[in-house]
């Protein structure tokens, strides 16, 4: 009898085992809906948010004395902007990037937001970091940019952290470029790498069979045995996508000399500033600093609504962007003086 309850107890906690998992899944699935269930434009004011954070800083260093002195002078500050004239506006934009760059729904209403009420006195200022990816997804990402351009508005690329490959791509679209000291700019190059396991499947007995119909519909697979035939067609679309890559960052920066910087290498901020890949050494932060006091500064952001099934795919991509972000770091740690 002892037995029997023994194995009913099991069971029993087997079975809220897997009910408390159930209802754990359901409460973060909804609890994720209603993260996502919000879309559509958000606006920050920088100026109010710099305003606020040294007013917090203030409050909790300064006496009660000082602080009623700080008080009256922000009023006497607040009362004389509010007699100035308009100022011209700078509106900030975040894109950080992935492989396949799938920040550009967002990217693509953000800047027709801004088209639609910015004038020739406004700037556009985008804080971009960006490993690159799939060209075509990264292709259209700058062209986004470029509208910006085409439109006469001055665009300003800040980057802090990485603009490489597809992600220097969308920088050199800028009219002027800010670079960190050890940001990584450059990359003007193409990859494609694929494994085969063709000699594999031969050893386990298992035929690959591949129909096409056009000579070149696939060259280089991952199963099939590769001829050095496949190997130089894909050679020759990789060069041809290179060379658009070339044209398109020498339409914008004219003065580089693709010979020496298109060449797929990287470079930090200070030796990117020599190469011509960036125009002046500074973060975002020290920009946006600067600006604030003659300008009012806007963060743009369009938050889209993604479905419960597309944030769990976009949660199997982040692990790869992980893995991208890796080799990234390990190439910058394993540069640095030690």
């Not at 997804?137 to 006469?152: F, M, N, P, V």
């Not at 890949?277 to 975002?284: C, G, H, R, V």
């Not at 604030?292 to 743009?300: C, H, K, M, S, T």
Request: charged residues 30%.
């Amino acid at each position: 009898m002892s037995q029997f309850f023994i194995e009913y107890g099991l069971f029993l906690l087997k079975v809220v085992t897997i009910v408390v998992a159930i209802v754990v899944v359901i409460v973060v699935a909804a609890s994720a809906g209603r993260r996502g269930s919000q879309d559509g434009l958000e606006v920050e004011s920088l100026n109010e948010k710099y305003k606020a954070l040294a007013h917090g800083l203030r409050a909790a260093v300064l006496n009660k004395k000082d602080q009623k002195k700080e008080h009256k002078e922000e009023k006497k500050r607040r009362k004389a902007e509010e007699k100035e004239t308009s100022r011209p506006r700078s509106f900030v934009i975040d894109f950080k990037g992935d492989l396949k760059a799938s920040a550009v729904p967002s990217l693509r209403e953000e800047v027709s937001a801004i088209l639609d009420v910015a004038t020739g006195d406004d700037e556009v200022i985008v804080r971009l970091e960006n490993h690159g990816g799939v060209v075509h997804e990264h292709g259209l990402a700058a062209s986004q940019l470029a509208r910006i351009r085409d439109k006469g508005i001055t665009l300003h690329v800040c980057v802090d952290k990485v603009a490489a490959s597809g992600g220097y791509l969308m920088a050199c679209v800028a009219t002027r470029i800010y670079a960190a000291p050890f940001a990584i700019l450059g990359s003007i190059g193409v990859l494609a790498q694929i494994p085969n396991f063709n000699r594999m499947l031969d050893s386990h007995g298992v035929d690959f069979e591949q129909v096409t119909a056009g000579k070149y519909k696939r060259t280089v697979t991952m199963f099939g045995e590769n001829t050095d035939e496949d190997r130089a067609k894909l050679k020759e679309e990789l060069e041809d996508v290179h060379d658009l890559f070339k044209s398109a960052v020498a339409k914008y920066r004219p003065d580089l000399d693709l010979d020496k910087v298109a060449t797929g290498e990287h470079w930090y901020g200070t030796r990117a500033l020599e190469f011509g890949l960036a125009d002046e050494i500074k973060t975002s932060d020290e920009l946006l600093r600067e600006l604030a006091e003659d300008r009012d500064l806007y963060v743009v952001s369009y938050k889209i609504k993604q479905p419960l099934q597309k944030r769990l795919m976009a949660s199997v991509d982040s692990a790869f962007e992980r893995v991208t972000a890796a080799r990234w770091r390990r190439i910058f740690e394993s540069r640095l003086p030690r």
